[in-house]
C-alpha cells in the first residue's frame, strides 16, 4: 500500500521564519535565558481599552451571536470605506470592501482573485515573507525584483520592466515596507502607478504600516495613480490598533474582486468573528488618534535602533523611515571570520542561529525575506532591552570579528556571553 502523504503543494511551503524565531525565543526564555527578541512583528503595546470594552459588549449582544455575510458586517464595509478614503486621498464605497480573517488572508484572498495558474507575480527584494508562499497556493509564479541598501531597498521603473514578461499580471507593493522600512516618495510611487497603468498590471497594495513613517516622509497610497480596475488595497488593523491576534483586515478593489472574494470566503472561512469586527468598528470610530502615540514611541526606538546598528563593525544601514524594522546588510561579516561550534559562519542565518545561542539575542535571517546576507531588527520592545540587545550585538561582533582587538572589549563582550 502506498503511504498517504500531505500534497506537494503545501509540502513545498516553509514555516514563516519570524515566527519561528519567535518561538525559539519564547522557549530559550521560558527555560531561563536572558533573550532578547529583535523578531516580533507586532507592537508591544496592548489593545487599547476602549477597543476591549467594545468586545465585551459585543460579546453580550447576541446579534453577534450568529453567522453574518463572508464579506463583512455592512456597518464595518462602510467604516473601513471612510477610512481608505481619508487616508488614501481618493473615495471608496462600502461594495468596494471585504473583510478578511487578518492582512494576511486579506492578500491571499486577492491573489486567488485574480490569478491564474502559470501568472507572474512582481515583487521587489526584500519583501514580506509570506508573499512568495501565497502566491504560489494562489497557483501563481513570483518574479523577484532585487533592491539593496544602496537604493534604499526601492524598487524602480527600470527594474521592473526588466522583470516584466506578457505572464506578469500583478505587483506586490509595500511602502513602508516589512523588512527594510523603506518608504516611497510621491514621485517614486507615481512613476510605479503610471508604468502599472500603462501595462495593465495589477497592483496590490500593501498599506499595513500607513500610520508609522518618520522624519520628512509621507504616506502616499498607490491607488492615487491607478485606475480602479487595477488596484488592490490590502490593510487592517492588526499594526495600527494592535489587533494583532484578534485577526481582521481587508480587501479594498473593485466589485469583481470582491464578489469573487466573498464568494471564496463563504467556502472558506465565512465570516470572520462578528466580536473581533466590533471591536474594529470601535477603532475605526473612536481610535483616530491612537496609532499617533505609537508612533512617537517607534521613531525615538527607531533612532536608538538606527544610531546603534551603524556602529556595527562592518554593517551597512540605511536609515528607516517607515514601519518599526531595520534591515542591516552583514554580508561583510560572513567572510568565515566568525565561527559557529568550529564552523565557520558564511549566512546570515547560521549568524542568526550563532547570536541566540551566544548572547541570545533573537534577530530574524534575510533569507526569509529573499535577501540572504541580511538580519531584520524590529524595534517593538522596550527601551532598554532595545539598547541591551544591540549593544550584546555590537560588542560580540567587535571581539569576535577582531581577534586582534579582542583584548580591548572582552572584559564586556565575556560579561555578556
Ligand atoms: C507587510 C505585512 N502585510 C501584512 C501583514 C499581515 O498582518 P495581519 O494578518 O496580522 O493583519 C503583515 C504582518 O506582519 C505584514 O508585515
Same mark, same amino acid.
Given at each position: 500500500?502506498?503511504?498517504?502523504?500531505?500534497?506537494?503543494?503545501?509540502?513545498?511551503?516553509?514555516?514563516?521564519?519570524?515566527?519561528? #524565531?519567535?518561538?525559539?525565543?519564547?522557549?530559550?526564555?521560558?527555560?531561563?535565558?536572558?533573550?532578547?527578541?529583535?523578531?516580533?512583528?507586532?507592537?508591544?503595546?496592548?489593545?487599547?481599552?476602549?477597543i476591549?470594552?467594545a468586545a465585551?459588549a459585543a460579546i453580550?449582544d447576541?446579534h453577534n451571536?450568529?453567522?453574518?455575510?463572508?464579506?463583512?458586517l455592512?456597518e464595518l464595509?462602510?467604516?473601513?470605506?471612510?477610512?481608505?478614503?481619508? +487616508?488614501?486621498?481618493?473615495?471608496?464605497?462600502?461594495?468596494?470592501?471585504?473583510?478578511?480573517?487578518?492582512?494576511?488572508?486579506?492578500?491571499?484572498?486577492?491573489?486567488?482573485?485574480?490569478?491564474?495558474?502559470?501568472?507572474?507575480?512582481?515583487?521587489?527584494?526584500? $519583501?514580506?515573507?509570506? $508573499?512568495?508562499?501565497?502566491?504560489?497556493?494562489?497557483?501563481?509564479?513570483?518574479?523577484?525584483?532585487?533592491?539593496?541598501?544602496?537604493?534604499? +531597498?526601492?524598487? !524602480?521603473?527600470?527594474?521592473?520592466?526588466?522583470? *516584466?514578461?506578457?505572464?506578469? !499580471?500583478?505587483?506586490?507593493?509595500?511602502?513602508?515596507?516589512?523588512?527594510?522600512?523603506?518608504?516611497?516618495?510621491?514621485?517614486?510611487?507615481?512613476?510605479?502607478?503610471?508604468?502599472?497603468?500603462?501595462?495593465? #498590471? &495589477?497592483?496590490?497594495?500593501?498599506?499595513?504600516?500607513?500610520?508609522?513613517?518618520?522624519?520628512?516622509?509621507?504616506?502616499?497610497?498607490?491607488?492615487?495613480?491607478?485606475?480602479?480596475?487595477?488596484?488592490?488595497?490590502?490593510?487592517?488593523?492588526?499594526?495600527?490598533?494592535?489587533?494583532?491576534?484578534?485577526?481582521?483586515? &481587508?480587501?479594498?478593489? !473593485?466589485?469583481?474582486?470582491?464578489?469573487?472574494?466573498?464568494?471564496?470566503?463563504?467556502? !472558506?472561512?465565512?465570516?470572520?468573528s462578528n466580536i473581533s469586527q466590533r471591536a474594529a468598528l470601535a477603532?475605526?470610530?473612536?481610535?483616530?488618534?491612537?496609532?499617533?502615540?505609537?508612533?512617537?514611541?517607534?521613531?525615538?526606538? *527607531?533612532?536608538?535602533? $538606527?544610531?546603534?546598528?551603524?556602529?556595527?563593525?562592518?554593517? *551597512? /544601514?540605511?536609515?528607516?523611515?517607515?514601519?518599526? +524594522?531595520?534591515?542591516?546588510?552583514?554580508?561583510?561579516?560572513?567572510?568565515?571570520?566568525?565561527?559557529?561550534?568550529?564552523?565557520?559562519?558564511?549566512?546570515?542565518?547560521?549568524?542568526?542561529?550563532?547570536?541566540?545561542?551566544?548572547?541570545? /539575542?533573537? /534577530?530574524?535571517?534575510?533569507?526569509?525575506?529573499?535577501?540572504?546576507?541580511?538580519?531584520?531588527?524590529?524595534?517593538?520592545?522596550?527601551?532598554?532591552?532595545?539598547?541591551?540587545?544591540?549593544?550584546? #550585538? *555590537?560588542?560580540?561582533?567587535?571581539?569576535?570579528?577582531?581577534?586582534?582587538?579582542?583584548?580591548?572589549?572582552?572584559?564586556?563582550?565575556?560579561?555578556?556571553?
Amino acid at each position: 500500500m502506498s503511504e498517504l502523504t500531505v500534497s506537494r503543494l503545501l509540502a513545498s511551503v516553509t514555516e514563516s521564519a519570524p515566527q519561528a #524565531i519567535d518561538a525559539l525565543a519564547k522557549k530559550y526564555r521560558g527555560e531561563g535565558r536572558p533573550v532578547i527578541a529583535f523578531g516580533a512583528g507586532e507592537p508591544d503595546f496592548d489593545t487599547p481599552a476602549f477597543i476591549t470594552e467594545a468586545a465585551k459588549a459585543a460579546i453580550d449582544d447576541p446579534h453577534n451571536h450568529h453567522y453574518s455575510g463572508p464579506s463583512g458586517l455592512p456597518e464595518l464595509r462602510e467604516a473601513v470605506a471612510e477610512y481608505t478614503t481619508a +487616508y488614501a486621498g481618493s473615495v471608496f464605497t462600502a461594495n468596494e470592501v471585504a473583510i478578511a480573517n487578518g492582512g494576511k488572508q486579506a492578500i491571499y484572498n486577492a491573489l486567488s482573485a485574480i490569478l491564474n495558474p502559470g501568472d507572474e507575480v512582481l515583487l521587489p527584494a526584500p $519583501y514580506w515573507t509570506s $508573499y512568495p508562499e501565497q502566491v504560489k497556493l494562489a497557483g501563481g509564479i513570483t518574479v523577484p525584483v532585487s533592491t539593496d541598501v544602496d537604493s534604499e +531597498y526601492k524598487t !524602480t521603473v527600470a527594474d521592473l520592466e526588466h522583470a *516584466r514578461t506578457n505572464r506578469t !499580471t500583478a505587483l506586490i507593493f509595500t511602502s513602508p515596507s516589512n523588512p527594510t522600512g523603506a518608504v516611497y516618495s510621491e514621485d517614486e510611487i507615481r512613476r510605479i502607478g503610471e508604468w502599472a497603468a500603462e501595462h495593465r #498590471i &495589477w497592483v496590490i497594495s500593501d498599506e499595513i504600516y500607513h500610520d508609522f513613517v518618520y522624519e520628512e516622509s509621507r504616506f502616499v497610497s498607490i491607488s492615487r495613480f491607478l485606475p480602479r480596475e487595477q488596484l488592490i488595497i490590502v490593510n487592517g488593523l492588526a499594526k495600527s490598533h494592535v489587533l494583532t491576534g484578534w485577526r481582521l483586515g &481587508w480587501i479594498v478593489s !473593485t466589485a469583481s474582486v470582491i464578489d469573487a472574494v466573498k464568494n471564496f470566503q463563504s467556502h !472558506t472561512t465565512g465570516n470572520v468573528s462578528n466580536i473581533s469586527q466590533r471591536a474594529a468598528l470601535a477603532a475605526i470610530r473612536h481610535g483616530q488618534d491612537f496609532p499617533e502615540q505609537m508612533r512617537n514611541v517607534f521613531d525615538r526606538r *527607531r533612532r536608538i535602533a $538606527y544610531e546603534l546598528i551603524r556602529t556595527f563593525d562592518k554593517v *551597512r /544601514v540605511s536609515n528607516p523611515r517607515g514601519a518599526f +524594522y531595520v534591515f542591516p546588510d552583514v554580508r561583510a561579516l560572513l567572510d568565515g571570520t566568525l565561527r559557529h561550534g568550529g564552523e565557520p559562519v558564511t549566512t546570515s542565518l547560521q549568524l542568526s542561529r550563532l547570536l541566540l545561542e551566544e548572547i541570545d /539575542v533573537a /534577530v530574524v535571517p534575510g533569507e526569509a525575506f529573499g535577501a540572504p546576507g541580511h538580519l531584520r531588527f524590529s524595534y517593538a520592545l522596550d527601551d532598554a532591552a532595545l539598547v541591551e540587545g544591540l549593544e550584546r #550585538i *555590537r560588542d560580540f561582533l567587535a571581539a569576535r570579528s577582531h581577534p586582534a582587538g579582542y583584548a580591548a572589549v572582552s572584559s564586556s563582550a565575556s560579561r555578556i556571553v
